[in-house]
């Protein structure tokens, strides 16, 4: 099965740190950009960040200067390290990409998503 699958998530307290871990599995990247979403309860979806194959970053305001998105290629893992979290950063985070196997294409695939709880 071609999927996305997401890790990483968990309950940490203000101020503290996650990383998060985004993996193609069953096949590989095909898009050029992977992102980072996430979504709070009674809120819409929003961009945390994306990362082009070349390595070029687009990040939310609300989280320029405490998140950094990297990427490695040869893994086909897209990472998410938070810094100096907020309550406000809680959420369900969720991975979006395209993937491919073999002449097979999967456009906008979503992960299953991991929950992000900042609290103490």
């Known amino acids: 099965q071609v999927q996305l699958v997401e890790s990483g998530g968990g309950l940490v307290q203000p101020g503290g740190s996650l990383t998060l871990s985004c993996a193609a599995s069953g096949g590989i990247f095909s898009t050029n950009a992977v992102g980072w979403y996430r979504q709070a309860p009674g809120k819409q979806r929003e961009l945390v960040a994306s990362i082009t194959s070349g390595g070029s970053t687009v990040y939310g305001d609300s989280v320029k200067g405490r998140f950094t998105i990297s990427r490695d290629n040869a893994k086909n893992t897209v990472y998410l390290q938070m810094n100096s979290l907020k309550p406000e950063d809680t959420a369900v985070y969720y991975c979006?990409?395209?993937?491919?196997?073999?002449?097979?294409?999967?456009?906008?695939?979503w992960g299953q998503g991991t929950q992000v709880t900042v609290s103490s």
């Open positions: 979006k990409a395209g993937l491919k196997r073999g002449n097979s294409y999967y456009i906008n695939r």
